[in-house]
Nanobody, 118 residues
Framework: QVQLVESGGGLVQAGGSLRLSCTVS????????WAWYRQAPEKERELVTS???????KYADSVKGRFTISRDNAKNTVYLQMNSLKPEDTAVYYC????????????WGQGTQVTVSS
């Protein structure tokens, strides 16, 4: 059974940095796209960034120039480097994987809390 295991969240002061990781637990045939979403209290989940198999990336305007997504295909892992963090970045961050495992499937991590204090 495939699971996504996230790590790296925590409490940081404004202007600080955090690095999130998300790795596949279990066997998966192939991975297409990775993405990071976040959900702040009383707000809808929003797409933060994504990366394709070929390494093409997209970012929400609110994080451009501050966040960087990367992937290690050999380790089936995706990272989110977050710099110059702001209080409005406070949210639960979820990794998302689109891949093929007896059919095209979409997987979610359990979520990791990121809290940025002012």
């Amino acid at each position: 059974q495939v699971q996504l295991v996230e790590s790296g969240g925590g409490l940081v002061q404004a202007g600080g940095s955090l690095r999130l990781s998300c790795t596949v637990s279990g066997s998966i045939f192939s991975i297409n796209n990775w993405a990071w979403y976040r959900q702040a209290p009383e707000k809808e989940r929003e797409l933060v960034t994504s990366i394709t198999t070929g390494g093409s990336t997209k970012y929400a305007d609110s994080v451009k120039g501050r966040f960087t997504i990367s992937r290690d295909n050999a380790k089936n892992t995706v990272y989110l480097q977050m710099n110059s963090l702001k209080p409005e970045d406070t949210a639960v961050y979820y990794c998302n994987l689109n891949g093929y495992n007896n059919g095209f499937r979409n997987y979610w991590g359990q979520g990791t809390q990121v809290t940025v204090s002012s």
